[in-house]
Antibody, heavy 120, light 109 residues
């Protein structure tokens, strides 16, 4: 059974750096073809993909946010960490991590999401 | 940059009716790498369809996907009460690597 769970601060101040951790179980990020991505959703709005890391440490980023994002993995801890610098109120959103297989187009397992509010 | 559009924005139907949701892409979607998700309030999205027409694990067969190139469709053959939700399409492969559409809300008429 695959599960993922996001953790991190619920409130950050403008200009601060956000660090979110995705802790997962039921799969290994050392298995060929497996990836974990981050997707966010501002309140009442659509989904936006942020970043993805694969089993082989291949990392991909949204071009519009690439300069602010870093994704890393700790295979021994079954964790993926996303950092986003220079947070702004427009970054207020629910942040999800999700599992995908490289041979399929979708994210098949999602965490419950964590709401991050950016406010002074 | 590929952009996805979804129509209609809102679809008002009754239980038992057929729902047809459209997703259009500004350029051809690579190898039909298109997925559909269902999202209910306060919950994470749920993968319904991947690679345009393959049902994800545990998804009822009343959900079906079709299309290729720039035009894709999600069909719900007979709406059940639990199907009223927001549906998103998502492409994989073109820049940005993943793009989501704006969503279609299916609500009760």
């Amino acid at each position: 059974q695959i599960t993922l769970k996001e953790s991190g601060p619920t409130l950050v101040k403008p200009t601060q750096t956000l660090t979110l951790t995705c802790t997962f179980s039921g799969f290994s990020l050392s298995t060929s073809g497996v990836g974990v991505g981050w997707i966010r959703q501002p309140p009442g709005k659509a989904l936006e993909w942020l970043a993805l890391i694969y089993w082989n440490d291949d990392k991909r980023y949204s071009p519009s946010l690439k300069s602010r994002l870093t994704i890393t993995k700790d295979t021994s801890k079954n964790q993926v960490v996303l950092t986003m610098t220079n947070m702004d109120p427009v970054d207020t959103a629910t942040y999800y991590c999700a599992h995908r297989r490289r041979d399929r187009s979708g994210f098949d397992y999602w965490g419950q999401g964590t709401l991050v509010t950016v406010s002074s | 940059e590929i952009v996805l559009t979804q129509s209609p924005a809102t679809l008002s139907l009754s239980p038992g009716e057929r729902a047809t949701l459209s997703c259009g892409a500004s350029q051809s979607v690579s190898s039909s790498y298109l997925a559909w998700y269902q999202q209910k309030p306060g919950l994470a999205p749920r993968l319904l369809i991947y690679d345009a027409s393959s049902r994800a694990t545990g998804i009822p067969d009343r959900f079906s996907g079709s299309g290729s190139g720039t035009d894709f469709t999600l069909t719900i053959s007979r709406l059940e009460p639990e199907d009223f939700a927001v549906y998103y399409c998502q492409q994989y492969g073109s820049s940005p690597l993943f793009t989501f559409g704006p969503g279609t809300k299916v609500d009760i008429k």
